[in-house]
């Protein structure tokens, strides 16, 4: 039997647009494990666990800033819908959003930098590390922080670009840039012998080379749209000299008047706090595992690569759906606004089945690959049921927080979260108390799931309130 929704057009290019970033994301590990075994051949395994305290602070830390990535996808998505609605490029301010988002990246990196010295010296006296691991952890992150604007404006270029289907781009630039890493790192760590201060200059180097990529990208992108080119035509404007006269106007005084932030500063208020409420009890898993023992946590060091791996592939459907969905909503297109939401769901559904049952028939010899500990391996079956579960319960927030990007309702996503937290993760553990760990997996399933339905019934409330004005509407 065929289905025609998947031969369709808007089928067709969200596929187009998440199998860039679904290999972009699948270039990460690969980063990851370069990293680590890296530091593992530099002959002290303190330096390998100051370096590694270092790199998890820091991820943290951006992964908490990664709303700066979220709402400028949402704007720019809306963006390149309202301007395919006009062919007159001096209608078009295309760089209004993405400024005011840089501008907000440079003050947060800036803040996080001079905020660095006190939090570095909080976590050290925290871990209690002995001396050379400490040193290994103040060098990497000392490192790594002066280049925070860079790291956050690296956010807001990917995001401007995923909500403007730049998703090729994106692709190359991560993956390029990943290799790109890979080799500074062994370049730098054994060829210069830089030891930890290397590894980190590696990324430094990286994260610039990303950035001017990023930009020379969206100007050679822009440049070409506004002078009515294909996107095929536009390499070739990289031999001429002329400049767009109408993208980049002068930013008067009153362009920097905080009520032209605010549309931007609201949804990166709401969307910190809903990552605030996300990494509460994503910690809460890894501190409380912890505390059941060291079987608990190795347990759960294993199981969250399952987690990891559902959100390499779920999170490219889950962008791809922020710039269909965006672009819709840019162009006041109804219609087409649902059918994407249909598309998504279908596509979102199929990748999650796709896991559970790779993770049903796998389970076993995925854990075999990322242990040879057969005590953990055993341990790890009664969990069986839960990780195939995972995606088949977790791909809906995952599907929906794509199309409330995309919609720019970060305030529904915001309470979601609110409510998931603690009417989902924190109240099923509390009633799972005597299951230890495996209550913690519950719980964690209890989030996802809460968040798909919190999400999905304010999505099937504004879908009945379309169902309601167009019956009210006269034929």
Not at 209 to 215: D, T
Not at 417 to 445: H, I, K, P
Request: some cysteine; glycine content about 8%; overall charge positive.
């Amino acid at each position: 039997m065929r289905l025609p929704v998947l031969r369709s057009a808007s089928s067709k290019k969200l596929l187009l647009l998440a199998l860039p970033l679904i290999l972009a994301n699948l270039s990460q590990p690969l980063l990851g494990l370069v990293d680590t075994a890296v530091l593992g051949h530099l002959g002290d395994a303190q330096l390998l666990a100051g370096a590694a305290v270092g790199t998890f602070l820091l991820s943290q830390i951006i992964w908490l800033l990664g709303f700066l990535r979220m709402s400028i996808s949402g704007l720019a998505a809306q963006q390149y819908g309202a301007f395919s609605l006009t062919q007159e490029p001096a209608q078009r301010v295309w760089f209004d959003e993405l400024a005011r988002g840089l501008i907000c990246a440079l003050v947060l990196g800036a803040g996080l930098y001079l905020l660095s010295a006190p939090l570095l010296a909080w976590i050290q006296s925290y871990t209690e590390l002995p001396t050379l691991a400490q040193s290994s952890l103040h060098t990497y992150f000392s490192i790594r922080v002066a280049n925070a604007p860079i790291i956050l404006f690296n956010l807001v270029l990917i995001g401007w670009m995923v909500g403007h289907q730049r998703t090729k781009q994106v692709m190359w630039i991560q993956i390029i840039g990943n290799l790109t890493n890979i080799v500074l790192n062994l370049t730098l760590v054994f060829g210069f012998d830089l030891s930890v201060a290397g590894l980190a200059y590696a990324t430094v180097i990286t994260e610039w080379l990303m950035c001017i990529a990023s930009i020379s990208m969206i100007y050679r992108y822009v440049r070409g749209r506004e002078q009515g080119l294909p996107c095929s035509a536009i390499p070739a404007l990289l031999r001429k000299d002329n400049i767009p006269s109408s993208s980049i106007r002068m930013l008067s005084p009153d362009w920097f008047r905080l009520a032209r932030f605010y549309r931007l500063l609201s949804l990166n208020r709401d969307l910190f706090i809903r990552s605030i409420f996300l990494q509460l009890c994503l910690a809460f898993v890894t501190y409380q595992g912890a505390r059941y023992g060291v079987e608990a946590a190795a347990i759960n060091a294993l199981l969250m690569q399952f987690f990891v791996i559902i959100a390499l592939g779920l999170d490219g459907i889950a962008n791809a759906i922020e710039a269909l969905i965006g672009e819709a909503q840019g162009q006041s297109d109804q219609r087409q606004k649902w059918q994407n939401i249909g598309i998504s769901f279908m596509w979102s559904s199929i990748f999650a089945l796709s896991f559970a049952i790779i993770f049903a028939l796998g389970f076993s010899d995925i854990l075999g690959l990322l242990t040879n500990q057969t005590d953990i391996i055993v341990a790890a079956q009664p969990y069986y049921g839960l990780i195939v579960a995972l995606p088949l319960l977790a791909h809906w927030c995952y599907c929906l927080d794509g199309i409330y990007i995309g919609l720019t309702r970060a305030d529904v996503m915001r309470n979601s979260m609110f409510v998931s937290a603690f009417a989902g993760f924190f109240l099923v553990y509390w009633l799972t108390l005597g299951l230890e760990n495996l209550g913690l997996w519950y719980a964690l399933l209890a989030l996802q799931t809460m968040r798909g339905l919190t999400l999905g019934g304010h999505l099937w409330w504004l879908y009945s309130k379309r169902l309601n004005r167009l019956a009210n509407i006269p034929t």
